[in-house]
């Protein structure tokens, strides 16, 4: 039995749905990032869990117990903002202090309690400081001592990196997901860092327009997307269209601008129209006139250990990644082959978006 459970949980705000049916299971002590672009739902179905936002359909259930007409400050669950809600005249103590006093603990027990949470983020020599006192870092690591000091059921995050730089948002990642697994929360997280979501996530939820599109572990999600907006959205991917023109003993034929793909045939019939989708770090370039391709490099971009490579060919731009191995990298306007496993390439039906996101939308 799950320890967090949505089921068909609808939001609607007159005739527009926010949010459409979800039905979401979270094991006890799981860590599960709500992903999406803004206006998917991932926000309002958290406000939904907190109670902060009134279902118009579907029930929450938490550990057996229907909660959802249970008021916010009933559900006993611990929230961290994006903005981090501290108050600016109490001290880091008495902010994280505040939510065992709401419920009501006693005096002789709550510094205990203040001094536990403030050593597992690492503040405990800062209990004495106000918050315009401490970096954004140490602020945000005040707002999740003051939701796990409670000992919540559940954690919810929304956003909680957002307001960081790159630099230290990368580093309070892997902090988090320290904490969380020493304090051992059922944790759900919403975001729209894919990168955020896939490192400290047992097990991400991908959201399209009010609604669940995949659940599963990260790096199924990103090596097996099974919507095309998955695999345009959740990292880079380029998306050659094609069409059907075999297919037999499990395996199909796409062609492509006149070249054939083999594929896994997967229901496919003949004539059917298709997007293969390829992640760039999949292809591989070789010497100009060898591979399935044939091109020419419009640009380059240095990512330190990889050379991210655009690309122009009878299908179009493509992208490719190359490891950067020390050697020099290929210039604009040098000919090139491509070349590609069978095996890494995703097939969606359909026709090619009329406006295809060749990037991850962040």
């Not at 990642?173 to 059922?186: A, M, P, Y």
């Not at 399209?208 to 345009?232: A, K, L, M, N, V």
Request: glycine share 10%; hydrophobic share 40%; charged share 20%.
């Amino acid at each position: 039995m799950s320890f967090l459970t949505l089921r068909n949980v609808t939001k609607r705000y007159g005739s527009f749905e926010a949010v459409g049916n979800v039905t979401l299971s979270v094991e006890k002590g799981e860590f599960v990032s709500l992903l999406g672009p803004s206006g998917c739902g991932k926000t309002t179905t958290l406000q939904m869990i907190a109670g902060f936002v009134d279902v118009t359909s579907g029930t929450i259930e938490l550990d057996g117990r229907d909660i959802t007409r249970t008021k916010p400050n009933s559900r006993g669950l611990g929230i961290v903002f994006q903005s981090y809600a501290l108050f600016p005249h109490m001290t880091v103590f008495d902010n994280v202090s505040f939510g065992l006093e709401m419920k009501r603990v006693p005096k002789s027990e709550r510094a205990a309690l203040v001094e536990e949470a403030l050593a597992l983020v690492h503040l405990d020599k800062h209990a004495g400081r106000y918050p315009r006192e401490l970096s954004g870092g140490q602020r945000q690591r005040v707002a999740l001592a003051r939701a796990i000091v409670i000992r919540p059921p559940v954690l919810l995050l929304d956003e909680p990196l957002s307001n960081l730089d790159a630099k230290l948002r990368e580093a309070m990642q892997f902090e988090l997901r320290d904490i969380q697994r020493k304090v051992g929360t059922t944790t759900i997280m919403v975001t729209h860092d894919q990168a955020e979501a896939f490192s400290i996530s047992d097990r991400v939820v991908v959201m399209e327009s009010g609604r669940i599109t995949q659940i599963d572990q990260p790096y199924r999600i990103y090596e097996h997307p099974e919507t095309e907006f998955i695999s345009r959205f959740v990292g880079k991917t380029n998306m050659l269209p094609g069409t059907v023109s075999a297919v037999g003993d499990g395996r199909a034929t796409v062609s492509l601008a006149g070249m054939p793909a083999d594929v896994p045939a997967d229901g496919l019939s003949m004539g059917e129209t298709v997007v293969l989708c390829i992640r760039p770090e999949k292809l591989r370039l070789t010497p100009a006139g060898q591979g399935r391709l044939q091109g020419r490099v419009t640009d380059r971009f240095f990512l330190g250990s990889q050379w991210l490579y655009h690309l122009d060919g009878p299908l179009g731009p493509l992208m490719a990644v190359a490891t950067n191995d020390g050697e020099a990298p290929l210039d604009p306007g040098a000919p090139v082959g491509v070349d590609w496993p069978a095996a890494v390439v995703r097939v969606h039906r359909g026709a090619m978006p009329a406006a295809p996101e060749l990037e991850s939308l962040e």
